[in-house]
């Protein structure tokens, strides 16, 4: 087997040659885990004001709820997609299973509770007559929801960062319903996975750099907005 | 200034004390709120909506879906097949990578159009089940026993499989199973079977795994396995491992290719996977499959007639 340090090298050569393979599968990886967090955005951000501005009975229960969905591991969600979008399943007739449909959704409810969880934390940290402030400073019903989330933008920032580094680092839900098909539902993650156990360590390597490149990367935007906001707030 | 972050002891609602204009707007307001929410949730159900029927309902004409086990995929013999075919007929593989046991499951289920597997009990189940139809011989190749270089139980000189089993299972030494149900599994447990042995010894390491990972896990542990010669000879570079016993008939890997039933899954892509089982079995096929070589060395053997 070839030394970590000269696999590392040829890992390095082969993304700076711009092998096609290699980067069709990040730019899917980029294009999944993307999509999937646009579509849970908005209803997260829904979710997340609603919890912080708007206290009904059984709040706590669904905040609760929500922090138990943190927790369950990506393989159950996996198992769930699966059996519930085979064809043999209820949703079979869709013809969603190893499809790129299939792994949107799968990261959608994997990112969900992440965003839900940040995005109340966020709205919470402002009061809660915010709301009631704006409104009655003659704001329309969009604008102080524009204007509050506006208000928290880094905070909510934050949440984004953390659920796309969760979704596009995910394997084991990717796996069950993408279904490492090439060129098709083939994604980082699996393809590491996929070239491993070929012994094609490699390929294995230089698409863990792309990710943890990219987990630097975005952590980079984060400290450097929090920095941003924090002198923001001082003055 | 932020007009909002207003002191943490004034985050309690209103609840005593108020007066009733207070209250009043108080209502208002979360009237208004509701309905902002009401308005975000309809927003969001055209969403969803949108991107459930972003998914095709019906099955892809140019797309065939074939299951097969890790030895013809990960050995690159479908790297090498598919794309003359793709060209030729302007249609797309989508090949799933599992183990013999998954591949039939997926068959079984409808969410492939055709498998290629090697577990011959298995496959005249699955056939008799009325899952699948037209079970046809494509190809064959052999398992071979592999382990240390240095052969230290001296398998090379084994008067069999069977006797070369023994030898490991009397000396308790390490074997690795795949232990995921898949043909190569299946192949190992009958030889077990054949050999009269319980193959539960303390050093007997079930993994759940597929073959190229357990080559790699048997070589780290200085271990035995039972192998497909392909992905043998595709990994064999990279691996601190030497063939130890092959040949004879208990040793023999054929691979059929069977079309999943289109009378129980209608909505599959039989066209399309028919298409794909008639061109492997063809002549161009099969002079393809002869003709995949990995360091001079033929990997399967046609087997269509």
């Given amino acids: 087997?070839?030394?970590?340090?000269?696999?590392?090298?040829q890992a390095i050569q082969l993304l700076l040659s711009g092998d096609a393979e290699l980067w069709q599968i990040i730019a899917l990886s980029f294009r999944v885990s993307l999509t999937a967090l646009l579509l849970a955005l908005p209803l997260?951000?829904?979710?997340?004001?609603a919890l912080a501005f708007w206290h009904f009975p059984g709040h706590w229960l669904l905040v609760t709820l929500n922090n138990t969905l943190l927790a369950v591991p990506t393989v159950?969600?996996?198992?769930?997609?699966?059996?519930?979008?085979?064809?043999?399943?209820?949703?079979?007739?869709?013809?969603?299973?190893?499809s790129q449909p299939a792994m949107i959704a799968g990261q959608f409810l994997m990112c969900l509770p992440i965003l839900i969880a940040m995005s109340h934390t966020a709205y919470q940290s402002l009061s809660r007559h915010a709301w009631e402030t704006t409104r009655t400073l003659g704001l329309s019903r969009l604008?102080?929801?524009w204007l509050i989330t506006v208000e928290v933008r880094f905070a909510l920032l934050a949440a984004v960062v953390t659920a796309f580094g969760r979704i596009i680092a995910e394997v084991g839900c990717a796996m069950m319903v993408g279904g490492n098909i090439a060129g098709y539902t083939r994604t980082i993650t699996t393809a590491i996975a996929l070239e491993t156990s070929r012994g094609a360590y490699v390929q294995g390597i230089a698409l863990g750099l792309v990710l943890l490149l990219l987990a630097l990367g975005l952590n980079l935007?984060?400290?450097f907005c929090r920095g941003n906001s924090v002198q923001g707030a001082s003055h | 200034m932020n007009p909002f972050k207003i002191d943490g002891l004034d985050r309690e609602p209103i609840k005593t004390g108020t007066s009733l204009a207070t209250q009043q707007l108080t209502a208002?307001?979360?009237?208004?709120?509701?309905?902002?929410?009401?308005?975000?949730n309809r927003l969001l159900l055209l969403f969803i909506l949108l991107f459930a029927l972003s998914g095709s309902l019906q099955a892809n004409p140019q797309v065939v879906r074939l299951a097969t086990t890790t030895s013809t995929y990960n050995s690159g013999l479908l790297g090498h097949l598919l794309p003359?075919?793709?060209?030729?007929?302007?249609?797309t593989v989508q090949v799933l990578s599992v183990g013999t046991g998954q591949a039939l499951k997926l068959g079984q289920d409808g969410d492939v159009d055709l498998v290629i597997t090697h577990a011959p009990v298995a496959e005249e189940a699955f056939v008799e089940a009325g899952h699948g139809i037209e079970p046809r011989?494509?190809?064959?190749?052999?398992?071979v026993l592999v382990g240390p270089k240095n052969d230290p139980l001296n398998l090379e000189q084994a008067e069999g499989i069977l006797d070369a089993l023994e030898k490991i299972h009397q000396r308790n030494r390490v074997f690795v199973s795949r232990g995921d149900d898949s043909g190569t599994h299946k192949k190992e447990l009958e030889l077990w079977e054949l050999a009269g042995l319980q193959p539960g010894f303390r050093n007997y390491r079930a993994v759940g795994q597929g073959m190229g990972r357990v080559l790699t896990m048997t070589s780290e542990m200085k271990g035995y396995t039972l192998t497909d010669r392909g992905t043998w000879l595709a990994m064999r570079s990279r691996l601190d491992l030497a063939l130890l016993y092959e040949g004879g008939i208990d040793l023999a890997n054929p691979y059929q290719v069977i079309l999943v039933n289109p009378q129980r899954h209608p909505g599959i892509n039989h066209r399309g996977a028919r298409l794909l089982r008639d061109w492997l079995l063809s002549e161009t096929g099969q002079a393809l499959i002869n003709g995949f070589t990995v360091d001079d060395e033929p990997l399967f053997f046609a087997d269509a007639n």
């Fill in chain 1, 221 to 223: 935007l984060v400290g």
């Fill in chain 1, 44 to 49: 997260a951000l829904a979710c997340g004001f």
């Fill in chain 1, 1 to 9: 087997m070839d030394s970590i340090g000269s696999a590392t090298l």
């Fill in chain 1, 143 to 145: 604008r102080s929801l």
């Fill in chain 2, 28 to 40: 208002l307001t979360h009237h208004q709120l509701q309905e902002a929410l009401i308005t975000m």
């Fill in chain 2, 137 to 143: 011989s494509l190809m064959y190749n052999d398992y």
């Fill in chain 1, 76 to 98: 159950v969600i996996g198992l769930l997609l699966f059996l519930l979008l085979s064809r043999s399943g209820p949703l079979g007739d869709l013809r969603l299973l190893f």
């Fill in chain 2, 84 to 91: 003359h075919f793709e060209k030729q007929h302007g249609i």
